[in-house]
């Protein structure tokens, strides 16, 4: 770690053992005003206006007892890509450790009541602020005069207000642990960075994960960051987002595209209006989801209702305690397009029900594709319209389909992914007569003659000892 010695101003490299007290700045960037790594010790550079707040950050160091400070602008070679890599992963830690932080609150006017003229500082909107404001243990806000506003302990109430941050998170970084990943998320929502990538990467010491920066990558690493963050947990509430319109895309994958997305969470309060935590809001999680080549594998039960027919439910919340015809629900809207292969319908919107659903469906492993490019969406359309409707009627019941993947059980359609490539089989049996050693069975042989389905029906199909048809 680097820090600058606050009566030499000139830096110094300390490796983990030996870091001693220090005191941080926490401050937005001024373009083509500030110090720079290289910059330290040239003629000059006291000229510049970002060397100003270096000054004043030592003198308010030494006065504390510090003999340095770290300054995000000039303790970090950018100029190299591993250091800054390094930097930007250690970045939540840094501010976490440090003996105290000084917020300089450039656009503050000192004539300005505190708490009137905080809401409208730019510290309150730029991404890589958030985690400062979290990681900090201690933290003093200072105007544009450098004038004493008031500390994190103090300000609680209006930095509760401004941010939503949780107010146990505020006193304490270490409780984040246990807020909802939709809620941090949140916390982001409306924040922005110069660069795109750095809408995620200001987010890695918030959910304390790791991965390389890759510049040039652009809304990519926001999935990356996502795909790090299912790594490391077990809260489905990553899935929670809504798209900003629904008019902007009729389909997308399971992953958001920023956190902008997150804007509006599911409800983290108790029955008492107090913080709950993310094992109260999704209750016990019976199920596992990772990322695969083919997209988000979850292992859970999809659930249906007739008020959205067409897709099925993905739960995100569910109290098990209660049967599933009665407990309430909170989930998103997915619909199927191949083998076990879903992606996610009505973006813009997140299910609740308070009064159960018609239908859950057995346990199974599914996959919810990652991201759907808007080009895609008459893909989906075509899927839907080539798969094959069974309208059965009166006693007769399907007993068996193949492919059973393919099989949409809800709304009785076997998708057709590809008619070029395409077998598939329907066994029927009366209701009646199941059971019977005499229940005949009638199979149906499914394939395509260009883009028209041609049927076969047998009598009485072979079994094997457990009654699977082949």
């Known amino acids: 770690m680097r820090l600058l010695n606050t009566t030499t101003k000139e830096l110094e490299e300390f490796d983990e053992t030996t870091v001693p007290s220090y005191g941080i700045l926490s401050h937005t960037w001024e373009k083509s005003s500030e110090v720079l790594f290289h910059e330290i010790g040239l003629p000059g550079v006291e000229s510049k206006k970002g060397y100003a707040k270096i000054t004043r950050t030592c003198e308010l160091a030494a006065s504390r007892g510090l003999e340095y400070i770290w300054v995000d602008t000039c303790c970090i070679d950018k100029r190299s890509s591993a250091e800054l890599s390094e930097a930007v992963n250690s970045m939540f830690q840094y501010y976490l450790k440090s003996d105290i932080c000084f917020a300089y609150l450039a656009d503050l006017d000192q004539e300005v009541e505190t708490q009137s003229g905080l809401s409208s500082c730019r510290w309150f909107t730029r991404g890589w602020t958030l985690q400062e404001l979290i990681a900090s243990p201690t933290i003093e806000f200072y105007d544009e005069k450098w004038n004493m506003r008031g500390t994190k302990a103090s300000l609680e109430e209006s930095l509760h207000r401004i941010t939503g941050i949780n107010k146990r998170v505020l006193r304490n970084s270490a409780s984040i642990t246990s807020i909802s990943v939709a809620r941090k998320m949140s916390w982001a929502a409306s924040r922005q960075t110069t660069r795109s990538e750095d809408l995620a990467y200001c987010l890695l010491g918030i959910f304390d994960v790791n991965m390389p920066l890759l510049y040039g990558e652009g809304p990519k690493s926001f999935m990356r960051l996502q795909e790090e963050i299912i790594k490391t947990t077990h809260d489905l509430s990553i899935f929670a987002w809504k798209a900003p319109s629904p008019e902007a895309q009729e389909f997308r994958g399971i992953l958001a595209r920023s956190p902008a997305e997150f804007a509006s969470p599911p409800e983290q309060t108790d029955q008492n209006g107090n913080d709950a935590s993310s094992a109260d809001l ?189």
């Open 282 to 470: 999704l209750g016990i999680l019976h199920g596992e989801f990772s990322v695969t080549n083919k997209g988000v594998k979850i292992a859970l039960r999809l659930l249906c209702t007739d008020t959205y027919p067409g897709v099925y439910i993905l739960p995100l919340a569910d109290d098990r305690s209660v049967p599933w015809t009665s407990r309430s629900q909170t989930g998103i809207y997915i619909q199927k397009i191949g083998a076990d292969t879903f992606v996610r319908a009505r973006p813009s919107s997140i299910y609740f029900s308070s009064i159960g659903l018609d239908c859950e469906m057995e346990k199974r492993a599914i996959y919810v594709v990652r991201d759907l490019a808007a080009n895609m969406c008459s893909s989906v359309h075509n899927i839907r319209r080539s798969a094959i409707q069974f309208n059965v009627r009166g006693c007769v019941r399907i007993r068996q389909i193949y492919p059973e993947s393919l099989w949409d059980y809800h709304n009785k359609l076997l998708l057709v992914p590809d008619p070029n490539r395409f077998l598939g089989e329907v066994f029927l049996r009366k209701e009646e007569m199941l059971g019977t050693s005499t229940a005949p069975t009638i199979s149906i042989l499914f394939f395509f003659d260009g883009e028209k389905p041609i049927g076969y029906i047998q009598d009485n199909p072979s079994s094997d000892e457990n009654g699977r048809f082949f």
